[in-house]
């Protein structure tokens, strides 16, 4: 059931985007897809707008300049696996690459809900992920779908006990976002909860913790070699206007600006954050410790750089927000009017950001 909506989805989501294309204004910027001087629209292209480019760039060029730092490697490196298979065509493979891992994120995740709830909260949790305004960049050039994906294999690792594979899990998302690395945080208090604690469990246990931070921790010697800075993705994260301050801070500033005229996106960047760290709260006896630490954690992180800009994207991470909302609304009749009101407000976006407007 969940393979055919997404079907349904993406198909009715690429006609949409394509007619919106054709009939609304495009915007000018440096996106390999926008209109420009010299450039002609390109829809499929327009799929990598924004951040998007950087993650093309990198898989075709590796990281040639400082600012690209700001991409972990994970996804650009299996683009450029992936397009192998698609003849070099980068665009096309980092497009395969988003769209397949979404799907199998989609079952993962279902599968996960249902294991901790039942089928019916896993249905509602799916699509109401899957409708949500920004969901749509989890099929674009971004790091999305790939992120989401490592993030539910790792929760439905954790389930099982096996902490091992979980480890690797946390390590493959600390190469693809830095929030990532706060798995372990989850993955420590899985294995602290088991009660067996002897010399040799004692051992086991720090060589797993080991194994999750192994891959990050290259990463960050690798930076301190060639920028003489471990943390240099934080640093060049000034680019965009981010440096590191309380959470709450971040927020205030936003609110109190508001009798100012604000961008429609600053409004949707502020009450998303409110509106996902209200749900974790009311939620927080529906969901176990180690999924709440983290989707608390995919708030507070990004919300702690000075900037809620982008937010709407980076709660799609807080997926025990998602499994609080599907249980919430699990047996409600007016879920489906949610949904329908959420698709269309992704639409627009979707629509607005193909055409070449920034969105989150």
Known sequence: MIIKIFLVWRIG???ATYIGSKIFPLVANGGIGAIGPGKNFNFFAS????DG????????????GPNEYAFFPLYPALIKAVSVLTFGNILLAALLVSNIFFIIFLYVFYKLTEKLHNKNTAFSATVTLMMFPTAFFAVAVYSEGLFLLVIALFFAQLQNKKYLTAAFLVGAASLTRF????LSVSLLI??????????KQIINRVLIMAVAFIPFATYCLYLLQKFKDPLYFLTVESTWHRQLTNPITTIYAYVSTFQNNKPFNDYLDVYLTLFFALVLILGRK????PIWIF???????????GTLTSMPRYLLSSIGTFI????????KKIRFIIWTISLLAQTALAIMFVNGFWVA
Do not use: C, D, R
């Open 295 to 305: 989707s608390a954690l995919a708030i507070l992180i990004p919300a702690s750089t």
């Open 53 to 64: 480019g950087h993650f093309l760039n990198i898989a075709k060029y590796g990281y040639f």
């Open 47 to 50: 799929w990598a707008q924004w």
């Open 179 to 182: 929030v990532g690395i706060t």
């Open 286 to 289: 529906k969901i176990p410790v």
């Open 324 to 331: 609080i909302l599907g249980n919430y609304l699990e047996a």
């Open 190 to 199: 899985g294995l602290i909860k088991e009660y067996q604690w002897n010399l």
């Open 13 to 15: 989501l690429f006609i």
